[in-house]
């Protein structure tokens, strides 16, 4: 039997039993702090709606030509929502790519409440048994600055009489911000915001510090800290848990600003994680975004750039446009894969697979994948985030990029009928290469900056038939920068989510020649200077 068949007969079965059975574990995680209203308790495995292939035909092994796809509408009945910009403009400003030693993130501008969904997210962190991941929120609005951080943490412990200075000692955050981009050393525009797990949002479990010759002062300023976490029980070795989160609420006043900063400028940005397993356990290594940081210098912290980047096409003709795509089911161009929870391994529920295998695992040859997240920590055995890489010498030299799309085909989504929700999914870059068949949760390279994100529906009644329904991300200012480079354009995908069910399942590279038009692909236009 092919693996291609294999995969299909482990999906159904894995439907059949969840219909009959529905899920249960040893322990039954709860949630504490963060909101969860729809929660009863128990680690949701979602039901899979997935379309299967039909029976492979023989098909020209060369992409075909490129050809006007209609896309269905994001929300039937609606206008796309997006994150309202900072500028009147309909389109954000042009950015300039970050230097080549520095990460960042870009944060959406947001005029009312923050969209939980549509906040820019990065992460960091190894996961096993004594070493945790953090997947990072970060979005803004007239009256402050919101940072997310989700924990995967198999041990959660804290202080019962916590003081200021021992706080790092526990399970906690520290969120460094510098509002001066250009700063080298510590000043009065460095600060340190350190909060520690807790069973509550007491402000006995939070400090913050501000910079000055002489390193950092303890002071009062005003921001909030919500804490939230999902397990068994706090300070108890005798299960396992799943992880925490806590939430960052910082008013521009505090630092000093009466509005927002303006669109397109710069801060400092840093984070460390800080773990401990147990009530006389010494802590465990420190883990940092990004990997160069030392609490103490601004120079090794990442940026924080306020506002999406845009893209300023150049006021050219076209001259040429490519299409490219892998051709063959084995030609090695366009390498892709998801890592964390694949489709044929969706939602685990095994405590030591999850801790100790399941980041460490490799589906480079699948000929589909998963993009999914979601606000309830307890589940991240079922996150997964999407890799591909596109070769750009098919473009001449010396040319200009006018646009480049990218074009996904849906055929599936976690979640039966009424359960499955829209997901607004992201486009980010990375600077590493990696390599097809090694690439898991754990090695894959971490995000560069995050660029801009759709609404993608679940299937419904949007499916046709194959090669599946197109999606489209405007990623110009990624080839762009990636062309000026001379080097390929590498791309990951991955949500912000809120809701359960909100996984969303495509056609890889590595599916069969029947459908070579379902791969992913990147069209891109361009220009004489």
């Known amino acids: 039997m092919s693996k291609q068949n294999l995969r299909i007969v482990w999906m159904l079965l894995i439907t059949v039993v ?15 702090g963060q909101d969860d209203s729809n929660s009863d308790n128990t680690l949701f495995l979602p039901v899979i709606v997935r379309q299967e292939p039909p029976t492979p035909t023989p098909t020209p092994t060369t992409p075909p030509t490129a050809t006007s796809t209609p896309m269905p509408t994001p929300r039937p009945g609606t206008a796309t929502p997006t994150a309202t910009p900072a500028s009147p403009t309909s389109t954000p400003p042009p950015a300039t790519p970050p230097t080549r030693t520095l990460r960042r993130v870009n944060a959406p501008y947001f005029a009312n409440e923050i969209t939980f969904e549509q906040m820019g997210i990065f992460w960091f962190g190894s996961l096993s048994e004594t070493s945790n991941h953090a997947d990072v929120r970060v979005g803004y609005n007239q009256s402050g600055l919101e940072i997310y951080v989700a924990i995967f943490d198999r041990r959660l412990w804290y202080s019962t009489s916590p003081t200021a200075a021992t706080l790092t000692d526990w399970d906690a955050l520290t ?73 960052f609420t910082i008013p521009f006043s505090s630092l000093g600003l009466s509005a927002p900063p303006a669109t397109g400028s710069e801060w400092r940005l840093g984070l460390q994680l800080h773990d401990r397993d147990g009530a006389n356990a010494t802590p465990n290594p420190i883990q940092t975004w990004p990997e160069t940081l030392q609490r103490d210098q601004p120079t090794t912290w990442g940026l924080l750039r306020f506002g999406l980047p845009g893209y300023q096409r150049p006021g050219v003709a076209a001259a ?35 801790w100790n295998e399941w980041a460490n695992r490799n589906y480079g040859d699948a000929g589909d994948f998963n993009i999914q997240n979601q606000a309830d920590v307890a589940d991240w055995p079922c996150f997964a985030r999407y890799y591909v890489t596109f070769p750009l010498t098919a473009i001449p030299a010396g040319k200009v990029i006018i646009s480049a799309t990218l074009t996904l085909h849906q055929f599936g989504n976690a979640g039966g009928a009424g359960e499955a929700q829209p997901s607004w999914i992201q486009v980010l870059t990375a600077a590493e290469d990696w390599q097809e068949n090694t690439i898991t949760w754990n090695n894959a390279p971490r995000a560069w900056e995050n660029i801009g994100g759709r609404w993608v529906d679940p299937v419904g009644s949007n499916w046709t038939g194959w090669p599946g329904i197109p999606w489209t991300w405007d990623v110009s200012y990624a080839v ?19 809701a359960y069910h909100s996984g969303k399942f495509f056609v890889s590279s590595d599916t069969g020649d029947w459908n070579i038009q379902g791969r992913p692909t990147l069209t891109v236009v361009w220009g004489n200077p």
């Open 320 to 354: 040429g446009q490519v299409q490219i795509r892998r051709p063959t089911q084995n030609d090695p161009s366009v390498p892709d894969a998801d890592v964390g929870s694949a489709i044929e391994n969706q939602c685990p529920g095994d405590d030591y697979h999850i």
């Open 18 to 32: 969840i219909a009959v059975f529905g899920y249960s574990s040893q322990v039954q995680p709860r949630v504490f």
């Open 480 to 498: 762009a920068n990636a062309y000026a480079a001379g080097s390929p354009v590498r791309l990951i995908l991955y949500e912000a989510d809120s």
């Open 175 to 247: 969120l460094l911000i510098d509002t001066d981009s250009g700063a080298n050393a510590l000043t009065s525009s460095s600060y340190r915001f350190v909060a520690q797990l807790s069973g509550d949002a007491s402000a006995n479990y939070r400090a913050v510090y501000q910079g000055n010759a002489q390193g950092w002062q303890q002071t009062n300023l005003a921001f909030t800290t919500k804490p939230g976490w999902r397990g068994a029980v706090l300070n108890n070795d005798a299960v396992s848990d799943r992880g925490w989160a806590m939430t």
